[in-house]
């Protein structure tokens, strides 16, 4: 069994329990089986690749293959608890327009993603030249699922723009937590939560 | 095996103690319904699957066809310790209404008359096949099932129960199937029923008389015209391309030159063995008519509406007879209905077909499908 990543603990620890939840990239629902045994939560998945999807069911999981683009305006209005969008914002095409979603079918919405101005992303471009290569952003540019590269300020700019509200923010160097002070350089890794 | 009744019966037959209200307004009496059971119903009565057959299928799913002598329809998928493991589970299967395998259709003697309904049988519709069977399950003293399962018109069956009782279904597997026939499903089916009608010896459906000739070219035809619908092109070209069948060049005739001729010449053929032309006339009617929103005033959603049932949607990537497009349109009303809904579209190269035929994937979701039912 895969364990969880960093961003999905944080998530995992505040979605209250019996919640009604929708992953949104599942994958092959390790985020989803953790909600449901530790906090017995009612958890439906989303995810695009088939291949997951299809792992996903064969274990159980209730998954629907989709696209987060297209497919999240057929849910009704706060139709969920929790709407989760992990380490996914920075792979769809129009990631304001999801977070439209996100905060529209759930009452609470959690989206996580890499900080691409951590500061060991900027000393790479600054001093290599070419297109950081880490840990959490670990593809090359031609092959890179991640097509909207993000920072903590970007998002932060986004949801201000969109008078959304923060319900929590919490911030990743490692994989331990850090201070929100400094977060746009000293984050690798953001979660938020978010309500309309 | 105590309060655990015994189990596997391969076909066996229940005569309705009410007549049948049907969707046409008529009600047909004394309707009898052959079915087969596969593992042991538990002492509540808990543990029941109803599979659900497509047009041409029947209730052999897991033991040998009577007539052929082929092994079951779907015995990749259920028998013990299979994705639909007859192990854990009590799996029956019922021949649809208007069939020709011991459920009363047009072959069957009409009660008034004495004579084959032929027909005077009347129209029928997926709800009434599907009535049918609940009437089945009231006689076996099962309220509630587990699941209902099926692919192709098996899955329009398996969404009309869950519209039409869905306080009985825990979980409703749909497998390559459509919530409405579409203009070209329809237009495919009277391809068929013109062959059936245009033979000589369908004389309006009464050919049960006096030793007879049954239509069996027209239905053989049908049965060629429906089957280019199972397969797709891409596996067509695969299996058969041009290739000729057992000569070296074209004989500048009508004989059956190419494989795929000889293929479809030989699935007609056999068809005809084990199936009754009138049957296939009803069954596809009843297709033809399948419109789950049509009753919800046009909001599929509607028919699902407050539904507590777990779903599960399978397509195929080559299924041209039903594509995924329709799987997507189920899906979406159940996601708008606020259901529990899974939704794959695997690969195959078989098309329609596929739902019958090995798929790795498929097991293995059916499987977890089945036993992932949170426990309430």
Same mark, same amino acid.
């Given at each position: ?22 992953? $949104? !990239?599942?994958?092959?629902? &390790?985020?989803?089986?953790?909600? #449901?045994?530790? %906090?017995?939560?009612?958890? @439906? ?59 529209? $079918? !759930?009452?609470?919405?959690? &989206?996580?993603?890499?900080?691409? #101005?951590?500061? %060991?992303?900027?000393?790479? @471009? ?71 | ?376």
């Amino acid at each position: 069994m895969t364990q969880l990543r960093p961003d999905q603990k944080i998530i995992a620890a505040h979605v209250a329990d019996g919640a009604r939840v929708l992953d $949104i !990239g599942c994958g092959s629902g &390790v985020l989803m089986q953790e909600l #449901a045994e530790a %906090r017995s939560a009612d958890v @439906l998945g989303m995810e695009i690749n088939p291949a997951k999807v299809a792992a996903a069911m064969a274990r159980g999981l209730s998954v629907a293959q989709g696209d987060a683009l297209k497919d999240l305006v057929h849910y009704p209005d706060q139709s969920f608890d929790y709407v989760i969008l992990s380490q996914t914002l920075q792979a769809v095409k129009r990631p304001d327009l999801v977070l439209d979603e996100l905060v529209r $079918i !759930g009452r609470q919405a959690f &989206v996580s993603f890499p900080n691409f #101005a951590h500061w %060991r992303v900027r000393l790479s @471009l600054l001093v290599g030249g070419r297109m950081p290569v880490t840990r959490l952003i670990p593809e090359q540019w031609y092959d890179t699922p991640n097509i909207h590269h993000v920072t903590v300020d970007d998002f932060r700019a986004l949801i201000r723009d969109k008078g959304l509200q923060q319900d929590g923010q919490w911030f990743l160097s490692g994989d331990t937590q850090t201070g929100r002070g400094a977060a746009n350089l000293m984050a690798e890794h953001a979660v938020f939560l978010l309500r309309r | 095996m105590g309060t655990m009744q015994n189990a596997d019966r391969h076909s066996q037959s229940v005569k309705l103690d009410s007549p049948l209200s049907l969707d046409c307004g008529k009600q047909l009496e004394g309707v009898e319904i052959a079915y087969a059971s596969h593992g042991a119903l538990n002492a509540d009565k808990s543990n029941a699957i109803l599979i659900c057959h497509a047009l041409t299928g029947d209730q052999y799913v897991a033991s040998d066809h009577p007539v052929t002598g082929k092994p079951g329809w779907w015995t990749r998928m259920v028998g013990p310790g299979k994705p639909i493991d007859t192990d854990r589970y009590h799996v029956i299967c019922a021949n649809v209404l208007g069939s020709c395998m011991g459920s009363t259709g047009p072959a069957s003697i009409c009660p008034v008359t004495g004579k084959p309904y032929a027909m005077d049988f009347p129209v029928i519709t997926i709800a009434d096949m599907v009535r049918a069977q609940a009437m089945l399950l009231d006689h076996l003293g099962i309220d509630r099932l587990h699941a209902v399962v099926g692919g192709s018109m098996g899955g329009m069956q398996v969404l009309s129960w869950v519209a039409q009782y869905p306080a009985r279904v825990s979980a409703a597997a749909v497998i390559a199937s459509t919530s409405r026939h579409s203009a070209q499903n329809i237009a495919f089916h009277e391809v068929g029923r013109q062959a059936i009608m245009a033979d000589p010896n369908w004389q309006g459906g009464e050919y049960y008389d006096d030793g007879g000739a049954a239509p069996s070219a027209g239905l053989a035809v049908a049965r060629m015209a429906a089957h280019i619908t199972y397969l797709s092109e891409a596996g067509l070209t695969e299996k058969f391309g041009r290739r000729l069948q057992d000569r070296d060049a074209k004989t500048f005739g009508f004989d059956a030159d190419f494989q795929i001729e000889s293929y479809l010449r030989h699935q007609g053929i056999n068809f005809v063995e084990r199936f009754d032309a009138n049957s296939y006339l009803y069954i596809t009617r009843a297709m033809d008519y399948f419109d789950l929103s049509e009753a919800h005033g046009g909001l599929l959603a509607q028919a699902f509406a407050g539904t507590s049932t777990r779903f599960c949607l399978i397509s195929f990537n080559t299924d041209w007879l039903y594509p995924t497009a329709e799987s997507r349109t189920i899906l979406q009303a159940l996601h708008a209905a606020g259901a529990d809904a899974s939704f794959v579209e695997l690969e195959s190269p078989f098309g329609h077909d596929a739902f019958l035929l090995e798929n790795a994937e498929m097991e293995a979701i059916m499987r977890g499908f089945l036993n992932g039912g949170r426990v309430v």
